[in-house]
C-alpha cells in the first residue's frame, strides 16, 4: 500500500513541475513531501531534470532558407519574406532571384552527384578487379624475337589466341601467361596451360619454341626465348621475370616465393561520421585508445584474406546490465572476425589498390552483435609498409524491452599495415 | 505584425492577398522552426520530412479563414503535420521507425548541457513511441496534456500517463549522472 502511494506521489511530481496538477493534488504532494524524505530527493531530482533539460527553442530547427522560398512560392507568397528567417549567410544567396535559382539545382544536383561518385568509384574498383587478367608484356630491344620467323608463326596461326603483334617488331602479349595463384604454404599453383619443368625439359619443339611454324594451343607463351614477364605478387606489387625456355620453371619459383605475402597486421583509426539513430558522439571525452582497432589477416592469395580485428569506438548506447539497470556506455569494446577482398594495383593510380572487407563479431561491453562493412584504399610505398583509407559502416544489435534493435554508424577510417 | 495574436494572425489569413501575406510570414517565423523539427524527428527522411513540411504550411493556408477561432495555433500545425507524418508512413515503405528519427542538433553553450542532451537522446530510445512522442511535445513544443491529447487524439489521462512513464523511466536512467552535475 505504501509503494502505491509512494509511486502516486511520483506522479503527482511531474504533474506538477509540468503545471498540470490541480489544487488538491498539489496539496496531497506538498503534505506527503514534508514526511518523506525519499520522495523528497525524488521532486529534486525530478526538478534537476527539468530545469537542465536542452529546450528546443524555434531558432534552432529553422528550416532552410531554400525550403522556406520555395514555400512560399507555392503559396503564392513572396518567396523573399521567408528570407529573414534564415541565417544571413544563406539569406545573401537566396536573396537574388538568380542566385537562388543556382542554389536549388545544386541541391536538386545533388541526388544526381551521389550515384555518379558512387559508380565512379565502381568503375575504379571493376578496373582493378580486371586488370588482374590483362597485363602486357613487351620485350626490350635485346629480347626481341626473330622477327621473320616467329612474325610468321604469330601472324598465320590461328592458334595463337590472345598474342599478336604490333609495329612489325614489338610484341605485345595480352593474356597469354597465366598468372600464378599463390596457395597455403607459398607454392606455386599452376593453370591449365601453364607447363610442368619435365614437360619443359622434354619437348623438344617447345625447347626450341622460336623455329617452330605451328604453335600449340596449349603452349605457353612465356617460353618464347629471352622473353620478359611481369608477375603480380600479392600486395608487394608487380614483379618482372626474365624467361628463357628451359630455366623457365626455376626462375617463376625463385623469384615468386620470396615475395609472398601470407601475413599483415595493420591498425586503423576511426572516425565517426553520423550515428544511426542520432545521437552525439564524443561524451566523455576520449581516451588514447578510443576509435583504435588492431587486426591481423592471413593472405589466402594475392586477394582473398582473413582477417581478426579487435577495438575501441565511440557508439554511446545503453546496455542493460545483469540487474536489468540500463548504464550509459560511450565506447564500444568489439571483436570481429572477417573476409578482405582486395583488387589488383591499380597501376594508372599509381598501385592503389581498392579493397573491401566484411566483419562480423560481438561486443565486449555486452551491447550485443555488431558487423561492419568496410570499403577502401591501399597505397604500398615500401616493401613491406601499407597506409590505406576508406568509408566504414557498422551495425550495433541491440535489445530494448524485449525488441531487437539496430544501431548504426557510418565513419571513415585510415590505417598503417604491416606485411610479412 | 510582431505584436499581434497567433488568433489575430490567423484571423488576417482571409483578408487581401498582402495582408494574408505579411500574416503568413509571421506565423511562419514563430512556428516553422517546431514544426520543421516535429516532421524531420517524426519522419526520419530529410526529403519526406521537408516534402510533409511544406505541405503541412499549405495545408494550414488553405484551410485558413473560416470563421473558427484560433486557439491553440502551434498545437493546430502540429496536428496537421502529424497526420500527414502518419499518412506517409501508411502509404510509403520507406517510413523508418521513430526511435531512428533524426534528432537536430542543439545550439547549447555549457558542456553539462551538451552531454545531457547526448544521453536524453539516447535515453529516449529505451520509451515507448507514444510515450516519446508525448514527451518531446511536451518538453520542446510547450504543448500542455490538453494540446497532446487534441494533437494525439487520445485521452488525457492517457497523455498523462504516457509523460509520467517517460520522464520517470528517463529521469531513473539518467539520475546518477544528474547527480553529479
Known amino acids: 500500500m505504501k509503494d502505491f502511494e509512494h509511486h502516486a506521489f511520483s506522479d503527482l511530481i511531474y504533474l506538477f513541475i509540468d503545471g498540470e496538477a490541480d489544487d488538491t493534488q498539489k496539496s496531497a504532494l506538498f503534505a506527503a513531501l514534508a514526511n518523506d524524505t525519499s520522495l523528497q530527493a525524488e521532486f529534486q531530482s525530478a526538478m534537476k531534470f527539468h530545469t537542465s533539460y536542452p529546450r528546443l527553442t524555434s531558432e ?8 522556406s522560398c520555395n514555400l512560399f512560392e ?17 539569406a545573401g544567396t537566396v536573396r537574388s532571384g538568380l542566385l537562388s535559382s543556382i542554389g536549388t539545382k545544386i541541391l536538386a544536383f545533388k541526388s544526381v552527384l551521389i550515384p555518379l561518385a558512387t559508380a565512379l568509384i565502381g568503375i575504379v574498383a571493376t578496373a582493378g578487379l580486371m586488370n588482374d587478367n590483362s597485363q602486357e608484356i613487351k620485350l626490350s630491344e635485346a629480347q626481341k624475337p626473330e622477327t621473320n620467323s616467329a612474325a610468321e608463326v604469330f601472324k598465320n596461326s590461328g592458334e595463337t589466341g590472345d598474342y599478336h603483334f604490333q609495329n612489325g617488331n614489338e610484341v605485345n602479349f595480352q593474356k597469354s601467361i597465366a598468372t600464378p595463384v599463390f596457395k597455403k604454404k607459398n607454392k606455386v599453383l599452376r593453370t591449365d596451360n601453364d607447363l610442368q619443368p619435365e614437360i619443359l625439359a622434354e619437348n623438344p619443339v617447345l625447347k626450341d619454341f622460336s623455329s617452330e611454324k605451328k604453335v600449340s594451343e596449349n603452349a605457353d607463351i612465356s617460353l618464347l626465348k629471352n622473353s620478359e614477364h611481369t608477375f603480380k605478387t600479392s600486395q608487394t606489387g608487380n614483379k618482372t621475370i626474365i624467361f628463357q625456355p628451359i630455366l ?147 551495425a550495433l544489435f541491440y535489445k530494448r524491452e524485449n525488441t531487437q534493435k539496430v544501431g548504426g554508424k557510418v565513419g571513415y577510417f585510415y590505417g598503417l599495415s604491416i606485411l610479412f | 505584425m510582431k505584436q499581434l495574436s ?72 502540429l496536428r496537421i503535420a502529424r497526420h500527414l507524418c502518419f499518412e506517409q508512413k501508411r502509404q510509403g515503405s520507406q517510413s523508418v521507425p521513430l526511435e531512428d528519427i533524426d534528432i537536430p542538433s542543439r545550439e547549447i553553450n555549457s558542456l553539462e548541457a551538451s552531454e545531457l542532451s547526448k544521453m536524453i537522446n539516447t535515453a529516449l530510445e529505451l520509451v515507448s513511441d507514444e510515450q516519446r512522442e508525448a514527451f518531446l511535445l511536451q518538453m520542446e513544443h510547450d504543448l500542455s496534456y490538453q494540446d497532446i491529447a487534441e494533437t494525439m487524439e487520445v485521452p488525457v489521462t492517457t497523455v498523462r500517463n504516457w509523460i509520467v512513464r517517460a520522464k520517470s523511466k528517463i529521469r531513473h536512467i539518467l539520475s546518477p549522472y544528474l547527480e553529479e552535475t
Open chain 1, 248 to 394: 623457365i620453371i626455376d626462375t617463376v619459383e625463385n623469384k615468386v616465393e620470396e615475395n609472398v605475402t601470407s601475413y599483415v597486421i595493420y591498425t586503423r583509426k576511426l572516425g565517426t561520421v553520423a550515428l544511426f539513430p542520432t545521437r552525439e558522439p564524443g561524451f566523455g571525452g576520449y581516451k588514447f585508445l578510443d576509435n583504435t582497432s588492431l587486426g591481423a589477416m592471413y593472405s589466402m592469395d594475392e586477394n582473398h584474406g582473413i582477417v581478426l580485428e579487435a577495438g575501441e569506438e565511440v557508439f554511446p548506447v545503453f546496455v542493460k546490465n545483469e540487474s536489468g539497470e540500463y548504464t550509459f556506455t560511450n565506447t564500444l569494446q568489439w571483436v570481429t572476425a572477417g573476409y578482405r577482398l582486395t583488387a589488383s594495383p591499380l597501376t594508372m593510380l599509381g598501385g592503389i589498390q581498392p579493397y573491401t572487407q566484411l566483419n562480423a563479431g560481438y561486443v565486449l561491453s555486452g551491447s550485443g552483435p555488431v558487423a561492419k562493412g568496410l570499403a577502401g584504399i591501399q597505397w604500398q610505398p615500401f616493401k613491406n609498409v601499407t597506409f590505406s583509407g576508406g568509408l566504414e559502416t557498422t
Open chain 2, 6 to 77: 497567433d488568433n489575430d494572425l490567423y484571423k488576417m489569413l482571409s483578408r487581401e492577398h498582402s495582408i494574408r501575406e505579411a500574416a503568413f510570414a509571421e506565423i511562419y517565423r514563430r512556428h516553422s522552426g517546431r514544426i520543421f523539427s516535429y516532421c524531420r524527428k517524426t519522419v526520419g527522411s530529410t526529403a519526406q520530412a521537408d516534402d510533409i513540411f511544406q505541405e503541412t504550411f499549405l495545408t494550414f493556408l488553405n484551410t485558413a479563414g473560416s470563421e473558427r477561432a484560433m486557439t491553440n495555433l502551434p498545437a493546430y500545425l
Open chain 1, 60 to 67: 534552432d530547427a529553422m528550416p532552410p532558407a531554400i525550403l
Open chain 1, 74 to 90: 507555392k503559396a503564392g507568397f513572396n518567396p523573399a519574406l521567408a528570407v529573414p528567417l534564415a541565417t544571413a549567410v544563406v
